[in-house]
């Protein structure tokens, strides 16, 4: 009898142990319910506010700094192709427009997760040039394994020779 009382309270701990780490796993509308997801819409992100898509790609803001705005969503990266400095601190802000995704950096530490009706901010400095693939790193569907885009990391001065609009984006290749 011990043993078994023993047994539900571990089953219990690890329950709330993966619902403090997976909480963006729970239901879209009842995690609105319960008051979590004061960010973005997932259904009206293209309409309105942070994440229309001429404010999509790489944005400077004062001082030098560098904003990266995202969205990930059923099996792409929007854009899908982003080209950024070396060296220096870049804010990455990025959202979902159905489900949770996960940018991830091949060959770095570097990952944030996208969750719709969220923005997940994280800033990173990319020391060297070289190219990255971003794969998805979370299971998210049918397309989940193709689901990759792609940073350019290039020499700061290149960058700042680059026209506004190559800055922000660039094209997979
Ligand atoms: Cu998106 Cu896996």
Same mark, same amino acid.
């Given at each position: 009898?011990?043993?078994?009382?023993?047994?539900?309270?571990?089953?219990?701990?690890?329950?709330?142990?993966?619902?403090?780490?997976?909480?963006?796993?729970?239901?879209?509308?009842?995690?609105?319910?319960?008051?979590?997801?004061?960010?973005?819409?997932?259904?009206?992100?293209?309409?309105?506010?942070?994440?229309? @898509?001429?404010?999509?790609?790489?944005?400077?803001?004062?001082? !030098?700094? *560098?904003? &990266?705005?995202?969205?990930? =969503?059923?099996?792409?990266?929007?854009?899908?192709?982003?080209?950024?400095?070396?060296?220096?601190?870049?804010?990455?802000?990025?959202?979902?427009?159905?489900?949770?995704?996960?940018?991830?950096?091949?060959?770095?530490?570097?990952?944030?997760?996208?969750?719709?009706?969220?923005?997940?901010?994280?800033?990173?400095?990319?020391?060297?040039?070289?190219?990255?693939?971003?794969?998805?790193? @979370?299971?998210?569907?049918?397309?989940?394994?193709?689901?990759? !885009?792609? *940073?350019? &990391?290039?020499?700061?001065? =290149?960058?700042?020779?680059?026209?506004?609009?190559?800055?922000?984006?660039?094209?997979?290749?």
């Amino acid at each position: 009898m011990k043993k078994k009382t023993g047994f539900i309270a571990a089953m219990i701990l690890v329950g709330l142990a993966l619902l403090s780490t997976r909480y963006y796993m729970v239901d879209l509308p009842v995690w609105h319910f319960l008051g979590g997801g004061n960010g973005p819409d997932p259904a009206t992100l293209h309409l309105q506010g942070e994440f229309v @898509e001429s404010n999509l790609g790489a944005a400077e803001g004062p001082a !030098g700094s *560098l904003t &990266v705005r995202m969205i990930a =969503q059923q099996f792409v990266f929007v854009p899908q192709c982003i080209v950024v400095p070396a060296g220096v601190a870049i804010t990455f802000r990025i959202t979902s427009a159905d489900v949770v995704h996960e940018l991830s950096f091949l060959g770095t530490n570097y990952g944030l997760k996208a969750v719709p009706g969220e923005v997940t901010e994280a800033t990173f400095t990319f020391a060297k040039a070289g190219e990255f693939k971003i794969p998805c790193h @979370e299971f998210c569907g049918a397309g989940h394994y193709a689901m990759r !885009g792609h *940073l350019d &990391v290039v020499p700061r001065d =290149q960058f700042a020779s680059m026209l506004p609009g190559a800055r922000r984006t660039c094209e997979p290749r």
